[in-house]
């Protein structure tokens, strides 16, 4: 069935990295942008990044921006996220979704924590 | 950036009634790009609403989306006991692609 599968998440120290994945299974995910979408515990959504189809063209949220990078391996139906430079305001459920937002994974949870 | 302001930001009401929930742009949004989602605790969200008005699939009828330009309403006709939940409106026509605050529907 169409679903989306997230992976990666942790408790991470202040300025340090983790990649995100995001494995694509029940649609041709090489059609369709992909987006990360975080929340931080008890507040509301917040969209970080989106990337074309083809890898061609990458959108961030100002707060991301320089940090955070999107990308895809379509022969491997994956996304990732890759985040540097990690804070403690990126402590969140990061969600992927689909090109039209109607197909979301579980989410996967990052806690950045000294 | 596209500012989205939900109203009201909790509504108490009780199964059988109708909810209204507003959200309203700072600039306008291309209804295409207007959509509206479902959050329980401790899920994903669920997309209720695509294009403004459009029910995604599997979603019930008493749900309804509307409006253009920078006012956008949605509309549960009859509550039932599993509508009571957080929703959101987004835009992802002009990036960055921003979310409302959010609308709590609790019972009354």
């Known amino acids: 069935q169409v679903q989306l599968v997230e992976s990666g998440g942790g408790v991470v120290q202040p300025g340090r990295s983790l990649r995100l994945s995001c494995a694509a299974s029940?649609?041709?995910?090489?059609?369709?942008?992909m987006h990360w979408v975080r929340q931080a515990p008890g507040k509301g959504l917040e969209w970080v990044a989106v990337?074309?189809?083809?890898?061609?063209?990458?959108y961030y949220a100002d707060s991301v921006k320089g940090r955070f990078t999107i990308s895809r391996d379509n022969s491997k139906n994956t996304l990732y996220l890759q985040m540097n430079s990690l804070r403690a305001e990126d402590t969140a459920m990061y969600f992927c979704?689909?090109?039209?937002?109607?197909?979301w994974g579980q989410g996967t949870m990052v806690t950045v924590s000294s | 950036e596209i500012v989205l302001t939900q109203s009201p930001g909790t509504l108490s009401l009780s199964p059988g009634e109708r909810a209204t929930l507003s959200c309203r742009a700072s600039?306008?949004?291309?209804?295409?790009?207007l959509v509206w989602y479902q959050q329980k605790p401790g899920q994903a969200p669920r997309l209720l609403i695509y294009g403004a008005s459009s029910r995604a699939t599997g979603i019930p009828d008493r749900f309804s989306g509307s409006g253009s330009g920078t006012d956008f309403t949605l509309t549960i006709s009859r509550l039932e006991p599993e509508d009571f939940a957080v929703y959101y409106c987004?835009?992802?026509?002009?990036?960055?692609?921003?979310f409302g605050q959010g609308t709590k529907l609790e019972i009354k």
């Open positions: 600039q306008s949004v291309s209804s295409s790009y």
């Open positions: 029940g649609f041709t995910f090489s059609n369709y942008a």
């Open positions: 990337i074309w189809n083809d890898g061609s063209t990458k």
């Open positions: 979704a689909n090109e039209h937002f109607d197909i």
């Open positions: 987004q835009q992802y026509g002009s990036s960055p692609y921003t």
